[in-house]
């Protein structure tokens, strides 16, 4: 929970849950949300400019990335899943800052109904010196703040 302070909360103390399970990101992107708003005015309006009348949400997808690292087997089981058509199996999907102590979240981003969109493995270089990334795209259905 944030507490009042003179300074914001860094922003690489985070954590994602996948549904129970902590899984290990180095970025997580595309957190947001936005409202449409539609136009109207009826033609006897004593002013003239339109109202905002407010519409439906819509969320971005998600882009996760990390570093391949030996458990990735919850993440590639989900991915199979989908890619072989099952519809249901959405999950919730938690990401938490964290405060500089690590006692817990002070901020929270819940992706409810998410499912893996889009895989990318790692660009593979015998000459390069970089940690290989693999990067994983979700969709959802709403996105929750939480604090």
Known sequence: ???PRERPYSQFNFQVLIGTAPAGFQEVS???LEITVAEYRNGNEPVNSPRKITGMHKVPDVTLKRGVIGEVELLHQWIQAVRNGDQNDRRTVNIQLQDEAHTGPVQQWVLNEARP???T???LTAKGTDV???ELVLACERIDLVS
């Open 132 to 134: 290989a990334i693999e």
């Open 121 to 123: 493995g790692p660009s």
């Open 117 to 119: 969109i889009k895989y």
């Open 1 to 3: 929970m944030p507490v």
């Open 30 to 32: 595309g957190l947001g």
